[in-house]
């Protein structure tokens, strides 16, 4: 993606209102971040842990979205990230929503979806095992650009509620 400054992630939320904005801190390695390889940013507010934060181009522009993490439950279970399909001990996929952008965020809309706790998915489809027996490069290719998309339509479904 192309490289985004702090002004300009700060300006790039569609569902963060000055409150939200006040609180944000930006993900303390951003100037160690990786642009070319990078298809979008996520991170977990470093200061309120309950705040996470997604930056996606949608059509070219840097597009983000405040997310509430759900309080911790305490659910054993493994579970499954939506964004990047990743299994996770049950701790570590945690529910979290976006308030929706415009006239529905103001009447208080969200839209929910599990994710990897610590925003991490990114990583996880790129580091997270070797290929398989019987996996090919193509498909953990696959797998980084479903992610990448995932996160990109969930990011559009924000932004075009109504
Ligand atoms: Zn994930």
Redesign the pocket.
Known sequence: MQELTADVIRASFVNADERDLEILDLPPDLMLADWFHLDFLAWRDPATRSRCYAVVELDGEPTGVVLRVAASSSRARNGI?N??R?MQPGNQVTMMSARKGGEAGRREESIGTY??ADA??HQ?VRIAHPLAPGEFRADVDFRIDS?ARRMRDFVRRVRDAD
């Open positions: 990230c964004i990047c990743t994710m990897c991490s998915c996880n992610t």
